[in-house]
């Protein structure tokens, strides 16, 4: 439909508008970063220094270094990068809702069709703004769900060498992208058992699904001397047992209401209230698809943080799907009951996306580089790093301005 374009244009404006100027950086982005350029030297896998990236797997930094060795390594290269998976991701969810509310046997009206698309699409730009492997994980996810979905939609196909070929694939791309996506795979074998109860080969390619990307995964591992990458036991999480489990709440609902007076605890609980109200309705099969994806996800990485250390709480970019699977088949499933209250809380949900959107749009044009954070948190477009500048002064060049990369590395077995 024309109002899936919304998503696109949406997600693709934003983004430049937040990255006029620039883009930022963490730890995990530099990684990729050098990882990218040292791939493309010739030099593997790894920092500037030689010294192997090992809390990461080398999907993401693969892909930035096809970008890299087509238009160079300077920060206006990642951006470029990272705008096409925003839009392309727009494109996939807008997409994926639109499937599962069809085979559902739901139809929604052009204003709440297109107001999900623009939520789609702000919210993509919105929340990704840096450069993080989460956003290439972003991209193969809607494709993976939809590739189970097509296994256990009300009409469903047969599980054959092709359909279970192309699972296994894109369980592998993702474990291979970041090992937080070890909780899709879960939740993509677990769905697959619970509605095709009793058949073997769906359990057969749930096994396949877990057992074949942890399997390439642990190769790659062994390959780049990614051993020890996090520290892992009971109690090993950097937050207690409580904490996390705020943040199950916390960090998805912060993805939509600002963290004040509680709005986020607000937004999060209204919307798993209303998707769980919904489940039992004759055309809830798509929506009853995505509470059990997520609410699977959910508790994998909740098991996952509590037994890993893991410098991140469990929100931000971890929990970016919760939203984006939740928001638009409540929506599809509750406007034919409900259309006018339906449609205004989608055009509400669309606020605080705006609001951010200005806020942190304008902050590249009334800070200065060092209230951003330049260079450690942010860099202009034609920032560019080398090889063979480890350290030292800013150096401005007719290629850019080459800086020295964040000397930070991961260190190995990482604790409290």
């Known amino acids: 439909m024309k109002t899936d374009l919304i998503a696109l244009l949406a997600a693709l404006l ?3 508008a937040l990255h006029w100027s620039g883009i930022a950086l963490d730890p995990d982005s530099w990684a990729a970063w050098q990882g990218a350029v040292s791939i493309v030297a010739g030099k593997g896998y790894t920092y500037f220094s030689g010294n192997p990236i090992h809390s990461w797997p080398p999907l993401y930094s693969l892909y930035l270094a096809g970008w890299i060795a087509a238009i160079g390594p300077a920060a206006l290269t990642l951006m470029i990068a990272n705008a096409v998976l925003v839009v392309v991701q727009a494109v996939l969810w807008q997409g994926l809702w639109r499937t599962l509310t069809r085979d559902s046997g739901l139809v929604v009206a052009t204003l709440p069709s297109a107001l999900l698309a623009l939520f789609i699409g702000l919210f993509l730009a919105v929340h990704e703004q840096s450069a993080f492997s989460h ?45 937080s996506a070890i909780a899709f795979l879960v939740a ?36 780049l001397d990614q051993g020890d990458s ?6 090993a999480g950097r937050y207690d047992v409580l904490a996390y489990a705020i943040q199950v709440f916390d960090g998805p609902g912060s993805l939509l209401m600002p963290g004040k007076l509680g709005a986020q605890f607000v937004a999060i609980l209204l919307l798993w209230a209303a998707a769980l109200s919904l489940a039992a309705s004759p055309m809830a099969s798509g929506l009853r698809f995505g ?3 997520t609410a699977i996800s959910l508790v994998v990485l909740f098991a996952l943080f509590n037994l890993t250390w893991i410098h991140a709480s469990l929100a931000g970019r971890f929990v970016l799907f919760v939203p984006l699977i939740l928001v638009p088949l409540t ?9 006018r209250v339906t449609t205004a809380l989608t055009a509400l949900a669309i606020v605080p996306l705006i609001y951010w959107l200005g806020s942190w749009g304008t902050r590249q044009f009334t800070q200065s580089l060092a209230e951003l954070s330049f260079p450690a948190n942010f860099v202009p477009a034609n920032v560019y790093i080398a090889r063979d500048y480890v350290a030292g002064p800013n150096v401005t060049t007719r290629q850019g301005l ?9 260190p190995r077995a990482r604790r409290k």
């Open 331 to 339: 929506v599809a499933t509750a406007w034919p009951h409900l259309p």
């Open 291 to 293: 509470i059990l994806v």
């Open 188 to 223: 993509g074998s677990g769905v697959l058992v619970i509605n095709r109860r009793g058949a073997k080969d769906s359990l057969l390619l749930a096994v396949l699904i877990g057992a074949v990307p942890i399997a390439l995964w642990l190769a790659v591992r062994h390959v």
């Open 402 to 410: 080459l800086i020295a990369p964040d000397p930070a590395e991961e």
């Open 230 to 235: 996090h520290h892992i036991g009971l109690g």
């Open 135 to 179: 956003y290439l994980i972003f991209t193969l996810l809607p494709v993976f769900l939809l590739q189970v979905w097509r296994l256990v939609a009300p009409q469903p196909q047969p599980i054959g060498l092709m359909n279970g070929g192309i699972l296994v694939l894109l369980a592998s791309a993702l474990l291979l992208t970041h090992t």
């Open 14 to 16: 934003a983004y430049v």
